[in-house]
T-cell receptor, first 112, second 116 residues
Framework: DTEVTQTPKHLVMGMTNKKSLKCEQHMGHRAMYWYKQKAKKPPELMFVYSYEKLSINESVPSRFSPECPNSSLLNLHLHALQPEDSALYLC???????????FGQGTRLTVV | AQSVTQLGSHVSVSEGALVLLRCNYS??????LFWYVQYPNQGLQLLLK??????LVKGINGFEAEFKKSETSFHLTKPSAHMSDAAEYFC??????????????FGKGTHLIIQP
C-alpha cells in the first residue's frame, strides 16, 4: 500500500466555520507533512511532523492548527479562514531518514 | 538554504519528440533531488529521485534524469513524448542537513504541452 488518503476531496466553508482536513497513510512512515498549493504555483510547506511531534512550522497563521493523533493520521483544523486561504491542501508522508515523499490527492478548499 | 530553479514555465514539444525539462539546484550540502508530476486537480506523483547513488536515475513512464554536480543540474528527459505526458512537472530539493524530515522545496514548475 503506497497510498496517502485525504478527505474530503472538496470543501466549501464560510469564514466563521470550523472544519478539519484528514490524512491517513499505512506505509509505516513516521514523517508527515502539510503543503498548501495555490493555483499555478508550486506547493509550499506548512508543517512537518516527525515521530508524531511537530518539528517544523513555516510561520503558518494560527487559524491553521495541525494535529497528529497517531503515526498513521494527520489532521489540519481550520478556523476563521479568509478567502485567500482557498487552495489545494496536500498531505504527504515519508520515512524520516530517507525522505522520499508520497503525496495524497489533496483537498480543494474554498473559503466563502 | 537549498533552492531549485526550473528554466521555462512552459515547454511545448511534438508527440514523439524528445522531452527536456531543466532544473538547476543550489545547496550547501549534497542534495536529494526529485522530480514530481502533477495532472490537473490531482496530487503529486513521484517520477524519480537522486539520493547520491547513481548519477543517471531512471524513473517511471520512461523518464530519466542525470545529476551533474559540476553544472548543479538535474534535467529531466524522455526520448519520445506521448500525449499522456502533458502535465505540470516540479523539480524539488531536500538537503536533509537537519538529519531528519525537513520537507521539500519546489521549483516553480514547468507546464509540458504535447502537440499532436
Amino acid at each position: 500500500d503506497t497510498e496517502v488518503t485525504q478527505t474530503p476531496k472538496h470543501l466549501v466553508m464560510g469564514m466563521t466555520n470550523k472544519k478539519s482536513l484528514k490524512c491517513e497513510q499505512h506505509m509505516g512512515h513516521r514523517a508527515m507533512y502539510w503543503y498548501k498549493q495555490k493555483a499555478k504555483k508550486p506547493p509550499e510547506l506548512m508543517f512537518v511532523y516527525s515521530y508524531e511531534k511537530l518539528s517544523i512550522n513555516e510561520s503558518v497563521p494560527s487559524r491553521f492548527s495541525p494535529e497528529c493523533p497517531n503515526s498513521s493520521l494527520l489532521n489540519l483544523h481550520l478556523h476563521a479562514l479568509q478567502p485567500e486561504d482557498s487552495a489545494l491542501y496536500l498531505c504527504a508522508s515519508s520515512q524520516v531518514e530517507v525522505g522520499t515523499a508520497f503525496f495524497g490527492q489533496g483537498t480543494r478548499l474554498t473559503v466563502v | 538554504a537549498q533552492s531549485v530553479t526550473q528554466l521555462g514555465s512552459h515547454v511545448s514539444v511534438s508527440e514523439g519528440a524528445l522531452v527536456l525539462l531543466r532544473c538547476n539546484y543550489s545547496s550547501s550540502v549534497p542534495p536529494y533531488l526529485f522530480w514530481y508530476v502533477q495532472y490537473p486537480n490531482q496530487g503529486l506523483q513521484l517520477l524519480l529521485k537522486y539520493t547520491s547513488a547513481a548519477t543517471l536515475v531512471k524513473g517511471i513512464n520512461g523518464f530519466e534524469a542525470e545529476f551533474k554536480k559540476s553544472e548543479t543540474s538535474f534535467h529531466l528527459t524522455k526520448p519520445s513524448a506521448h500525449m499522456s505526458d502533458a502535465a505540470e512537472y516540479f523539480c524539488a530539493v531536500s538537503d536533509r542537513s537537519g538529519g531528519g524530515a525537513d520537507g521539500l522545496t519546489f521549483g516553480k514548475g514547468t507546464h509540458l504541452i504535447i502537440q499532436p
